[in-house]
């Protein structure tokens, strides 16, 4: 898996997601995804559309970013998951915590960042 910054300044923290969140993709990306998400503490979009298949860890790994991010009173917008990832997300509840939309507007509009 690759983790490619898109947008990383005072207001926001925006990241897409290309390839495979499992165990081998996940390897050394895990602190990575971590210090992008939770270290921040900034609103934050994560951009799945190339996320081609998310397991159990990569899962785990929204939760706790999400967990972290809510204590600091932040939110984060999951954008456009292909419908696998999107059906693996809402199976496991993972959609109670974290939005989750197909457009940037409505993230930006979650998020409080809307134009």
């Given at each position: 898996?690759?983790?490619?910054?898109?947008?990383?300044?005072?207001?926001?923290?925006?990241?897409?997601?290309?390839?495979?969140?499992d165990m081998a993709g996940l390897q050394g990306n895990d602190i990575k995804f971590s210090g992008y998400l939770a270290a921040r503490r900034k609103p934050?979009?994560?951009?799945?559309?190339?996320?081609?298949?998310?397991?159990?860890?990569?899962?785990?790994?929204?939760?706790?970013?999400?967990?972290?991010?809510?204590?600091?009173?932040?939110?984060?917008?999951?954008?456009?998951?292909?419908?696998?990832?999107?059906?693996?997300?809402?199976?496991?509840?993972?959609?109670?915590?974290?939005?989750?939309?197909?457009?940037?507007?409505?993230?930006?509009?979650?998020?409080?960042?809307?134009?």
């Amino acid at each position: 898996m690759q983790i490619n910054p898109i947008r990383l300044d005072e207001q926001i923290t925006h990241i897409a997601l290309v390839g495979r969140m499992d165990m081998a993709g996940l390897q050394g990306n895990d602190i990575k995804f971590s210090g992008y998400l939770a270290a921040r503490r900034k609103p934050s979009i994560v951009d799945l559309s190339e996320l081609e298949f998310i397991a159990s860890l990569g899962l785990g790994l929204f939760f706790s970013a999400a967990n972290t991010l809510k204590r600091h009173q932040v939110k984060i917008v999951l954008l456009q998951p292909r419908e696998m990832v999107e059906k693996a997300i809402r199976t496991v509840g993972l959609d109670q915590a974290v939005a989750i939309t197909h457009s940037m507007d409505e993230a930006l509009r979650i998020l409080g960042l809307a134009a």
